[in-house]
């Protein structure tokens, strides 16, 4: 679906001033809308200038993908960023979410945040005067999850029919995947040790998203849900924060790499995804990584383009 600029504009007006936390805040067609801009920009077929506009970054984790992306869509677009560390601001000594959200507010235009409580996030949101990205919680990772269905859009055309099968950790990343999916129409099977499914709550959330459009399962067999896949994707064991669990972890998910006997059930055209930094030898086998690492770096490059298509909606630039 090739959508003109003026229907693209249109799709994405409501979304001026909106803050972007999970990707049940945005529809089908702004979806799309997103996708359709991102690409034009890419392709360099669409310039858009909104003049000085300032992007502070308040990140409580690492990140190289995220931090960086976002500095450069900012600067494409003719703004700039200010980097706001932890440790460089009150907020590591305590101020509250309150009164640093209304502060930021009156010298930023728009704030992404990375932080562990989802909560923490939407506090900033019911403060800030501001639009406020979620540059990944403990819950979601609403920017990485556009940036993945851009690279199955490339490559595949269209949704329509297609299987996604996430293998691993019930995590942010296959929280998003899942919500962004069953809102895009795509099956969405996740394949978790037990105990290490998603949160019942999202689950819910996305199958009623989905309706009776796509199928969302939950299993604890990743052989019964590679089966078919057009695209596998997945992540790491250990999350940021989860540092102390990793080795026992590992034991937890023997069975759940990615490697090529789990890739010989899948689609004969699959594809495999993985929102990176990426622990060879754990969640994806190095040959498995190589062999896809084309498509896993234009993921990762496609981070700055749906981000650049986020950043002029929600401040209003179309
Ligand atoms: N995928 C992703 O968010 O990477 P970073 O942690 O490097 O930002
Ligand atoms: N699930 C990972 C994603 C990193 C981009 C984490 O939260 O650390």
């Known amino acids: 679906m090739d959508l003109s600029s003026q229907s693209i504009s249109s799709q994405l007006s409501n979304l001026n001033g909106c803050d972007y936390i999970s990707c049940s805040d945005l529809k089908s067609e702004q979806i799309s809308a997103l996708l359709e801009l991102a690409t034009q920009l890419k392709k360099g077929n669409r310039r858009i200038d909104l003049g000085n506009r300032v992007l502070g970054l308040l990140f409580s984790k690492a990140?190289?993908?995220?931090?960086?992306?976002?500095?450069?869509?900012?600067a494409r677009?003719?703004?700039?960023?200010?980097?706001?560390?932890?440790?460089?601001?009150?907020?590591?000594?305590?101020?509250?979410?309150?009164?640093?959200?209304?502060?930021?507010?009156?010298?930023?235009?728009?704030?992404?945040?990375?932080?562990?409580?989802?909560?923490?996030?939407?506090?900033?949101?019911?403060?800030?005067?501001?639009?406020?990205?979620?540059?990944?919680?403990?819950?979601?990772?609403?920017?990485?999850?556009?940036?993945?269905?851009?690279?199955?859009?490339?490559?595949?055309?269209?949704?329509?029919?297609?299987?996604l099968s996430y293998i691993g950790d019930g995590n942010n990343v296959a929280n998003s995947l899942m919500i962004c999916g069953a809102i895009l129409g795509v099956d969405v099977h996740i394949a978790s040790p037990k105990g290490f499914e998603p949160l019942s709550l999202i689950i819910k959330q996305a199958k009623a998203l989905a309706g009776s459009a796509s199928r969302i399962e939950i299993?604890?067999?990743?052989?019964?849900?590679?089966?078919?896949?057009?695209?596998?994707?997945?992540?790491?064991?250990?999350?940021?924060?989860?540092e102390k669990e990793?080795?026992?972890?590992?034991?937890?998910?023997?069975?759940?790499?990615?490697?090529?006997?789990?890739?010989?059930?899948?689609?004969?055209?699959?594809?495999?995804?993985?929102?990176?930094?990426?622990?060879?030898?754990?969640?994806?086998?190095?040959?498995?990584?190589?062999?896809?690492a084309s498509k896993i770096f234009d993921q990762a490059e496609n981070r700055l383009h749906v981000q650049q298509a986020l950043l002029a909606a929600l401040l209003g630039g179309l």
Not at 63 to 74: D, L
Not at 83 to 112: F, H, I
Not at 131 to 150: K, V, W, Y
Not at 224 to 235: I, M, N, P, Q
Request: charged share 25%; glycine share 6%.
């Open 77 to 163: 677009l003719g703004g700039q960023t200010i980097d706001l560390s932890l440790q460089a601001t009150q907020v590591g000594r305590g101020e509250p979410v309150r009164d640093t959200a209304r502060v930021l507010s009156r010298y930023c235009d728009v704030l992404a945040i990375r932080t562990y409580s989802n909560d923490e996030i939407l506090n900033y949101a019911k403060w800030a005067s501001i639009p406020i990205i979620n540059a990944l919680t403990d819950l979601e990772h609403p920017c990485q999850a556009l940036a993945d269905f851009l690279t199955i859009k490339e490559v595949f055309g269209s949704f329509d029919g297609l299987k």
């Open 246 to 292: 990793q080795l026992q972890r590992k034991d937890s998910f023997q069975g759940f790499t990615v490697d090529k006997s789990l890739m010989a059930k899948s689609h004969k055209d699959s594809i495999v995804l993985h929102c990176l930094p990426a622990h060879r030898g754990e969640e994806i086998s190095e040959e498995v990584f190589e062999s896809n």
């Open 219 to 242: 299993s604890n067999d990743p052989l019964e849900v590679v089966e078919g896949a057009h695209v596998v994707y997945t992540d790491v064991w250990a999350s940021m924060g989860q």
């Open 63 to 74: 990140s190289t993908r995220t931090r960086v992306s976002f500095q450069v869509a900012i």
